[in-house]
């Protein structure tokens, strides 16, 4: 890990590079992503490059339109500062995205020198991308490339992701309004489920199908106001589904209104998904096989074993783009980190990917720094031990203390005749 | 329909009737059903019952709570403007709700009997309760009752539904929090959905089993930025699967990312829900049997039959308790006809349905009146027909104009730690 301004600037910053820069969004969407693509257009308005990049031009859909030449003159695009903040307030990916994994080089040479003539022919010396795991994954290959290929160029990953699962970085971007998103919904459905007397177990179903970082968010209101989920489960621990009934009916007896909350991706220790429950064997009248879900498979499994009223919510894709829920600090960071990457770029750094490192709690503070994509790419980041209760169904304070500060700050999103106002390019 | 200012404050003021009252919320919770009490509460200390009304009482769980004299003083529980403000910003229902339908008193005239000993005990002669239709069948028959035995009372019901189902008011408070929450979650999954190119078919499940109205607000967008589904099935129409299919292959060839808004209670011409497709003989590898769900159903319909990617998002509970997002103008008017009831339960009125009646468009402006109950109870208010488009699948321009006043204005939740604050009794 390096921190550029003072190591860095000294040994590269005579080292100019002159050319445009192109700045692509790949992988799922989030609250965040246009954020940061903002803050690379605002890099490059404020010359952060200190005047090496001179277009910055927008991949439509990432790579698979940067092969189409489908660019995009950014500046020209956002000459308002009304449009740069619109565009930070839209949820989604407004380049477009893409989900394509860049082949091996010793494998299809012919795709690598395809790019390299497309950089050619518009002079591209600065590659970001805005992503996760795959996309980082397209850095270390591209940088790889063309550092072997003698093509002079300075490529940075920039993270993306409601997963929080990459390593290297504190937090990602994106995480942070997701989160808030789920910890915000949960108080709300927490409420919903006390008015009535009868008992009842409401089981939340939400994303991460590897790292339960976006479950575990549905607890910090323990640290706030004192209201959580009776229970959580994290796919980081194996799912017993005894053990879960046990925990059901503990909960029950402490009150009649209970809320669980569970990420999609828990498993049985045979490493099925618990949401395979339903896959196999089950169809519906029509004849198709049934795909249910987590939460689906837990409440159809506990109405059958407790009995009593059961029911699930899956938060779906809301989670990843409910934009007026965002964190304000998240946005606020996702900004800042795309701006950096303008700034490092412009002092030589290439082939890394952009993070933060928490420098304080109290008060929270981070540093944007970067590192080597390629010990970055390909890994998953899981919640660590010490955030998850020894009886496994459900997290520590210090798990709630680490996720706190990256909710709080309000969307201010721009309202128009009662709606969001999106940016649509 | 009486307008009461005018007409009745002549013809009752004389007749003064001095006692406590009592306040219940009863049926589903929504987001605005507690600025509704909180209006209550307001008016009683604003002395708008002309000093009629000593104490205001709160009944625990609706009329089950009452029965056990679970009742609580609201004027001592909200003794700071803080508290009140909370209460407006708290989704659900703070004092408890409950679904006890009042027997007929011919059936059970013990029940009646009982509570009119506990009216008789806490001295209570006014009685409001906020609910749905099931409520304002309790508001009919007890007022039908005291008044056959001459126990004099004022019973007001005062209506909350996000459904928009009940006749005789222009809309029902609770609704435009719902309507807001759906229009602005479906314009951010449409943002979503735009991302990637491959085409994709992506079914939104909103709730409403009798009457499309918080379907059909999925639409707003229409007339504000021109972003909208591009299909919107509500109840009120006959479900076709093979029209279904017809008009997704149309809207495919029209563009990539196809989203359709679909109402829960949607049924074929044989009577039979959509989401019963998937309740007769799916079973699970447990052994369960299967209820999925209008969306999951024609998720699992439309990939059989067209085979592109499809997915379902059901909004599910959120909708009616995401209070972060609830209309400025719904928790308005909610906290004025809860105050307005206080001010006709003074003037005399009973056995009436608070109700909103629009008397101008544009600008938007509402009168809070009142309704023989006895006529609006167990009715179900559906979409007008000339709020659906001729062709069955898509709301007109006139249904978007009828909603967009009920969504303007933001929630203006109080946040703490980066949470919405709420108020808990």
Redesign the interface.
């Known amino acids: 890990m390096v921190y550029y301004p003072y190591i860095l600037i000294g040994v590269r910053k005579m080292d100019l590079l002159y050319g445009n820069a192109v700045v692509g ?1 790949s992988g799922g ?1 989030t609250s965040a992503i246009n954020a940061t693509l903002a803050g690379v257009i605002r890099g490059m308005k404020e010359n952060l490059s200190q005047g090496q990049i001179k277009t910055l031009y927008g991949m439509r ?1 990432g790579v ?1 339109g940067l092969m189409r030449e489908q660019l995009l003159d950014l500046g020209k695009a956002f000459d308002t500062e009304e449009k740069l903040q619109l565009l930070e307030h ?4 407004a380049l ?4 394509k994994k860049l082949p091996n080089p010793t494998e299809d040479e012919t795709f690598y020198e395809n790019l390299i003539s497309i950089f050619r022919k518009y002079d591209i010396r600065y590659f970001f991308y805005i992503g996760g795991n795959d996309s980082m994954d397209t850095v270390a290959k591209l940088s790889a490339y063309t550092k072997a290929h003698d093509y002079e160029m300075r490529i940075l990953g920039i993270p993306k992701t409601i997963d929080n699962d990459l390593v290297g970085t504190d937090h990602t971007p994106g995480f942070g309004s997701a989160a ?1 998103f789920v ?3 949960v ?3 927490i ?2 489920c ?4 009868i008992p009842a177990v ?1 089981i939340v179903e939400i994303m991460g199908r590897d790292a339960g970082w976006l479950t575990a968010a549905s607890a ?2 323990r640290v ?2 004192g ?1 959580e989920p009776d229970l959580v489960y994290l796919p980081e621990r194996v799912f017993d589904m005894q053990r879960f009934y046990a925990d059901v009916r503990a909960a029950l007896k402490r009150h009649p209104n209970v809320v669980i909350a569970v990420s999609e991706g828990v498993r049985f220790a045979d490493g099925h998904y618990v949401g395979e ?2 896959q ?9 096989a ?1 795909l ?1 879900g987590t939460g689906k ?1 837990l409440e ?2 506990l ?2 074993e407790i009995g009593c009223k059961v ?1 699930s ?6 989670q ?6 965002a ?1 304000g600090v998240d946005l606020a960071e996702s900004v800042t980190v795309g701006k950096h990457a303008i700034k490092a770029a412009g002092e030589g750094i290439s082939g890394h990917m952009m993070l933060f490192e928490r420098v304080s709690d109290e008060p929270y503070r981070v540093e944007v720094k970067h590192s080597d994509v390629s010990v970055i790419a390909n890994r998953i980041r899981k919640v660590d031990d010490a955030f998850i209760c020894a009886s496994g169904n459900h997290v520590t304070d210090a798990c709630c203390y680490y996720l ?1 500060p990256l ?4 969307a201010g999103s721009i ?8 940016l649509i390019l």
Chains 1, 2 share one sequence.
């Open positions: 969004q969407p859909n698979e839209t949820p989604a990916a477009g995205s893409c989900r808030k910890a915000v919904t108080q709300e459905i409420r919903d006390a008015v009535y007397q409401t910090i209101g706030v106001n209201i429950g339903t196999t064997g089950a169809v519906d009248v029509f004849g198709h049934y249910a498979a159809m499994a109405k059958a029911r919510v899956e938060l779906n894709l809301p990843r783009c409910s934009a007026h829920v964190s706190l909710i709080q700050g309000e309202y128009e005749n009662g709606l969001p106002k999106h």
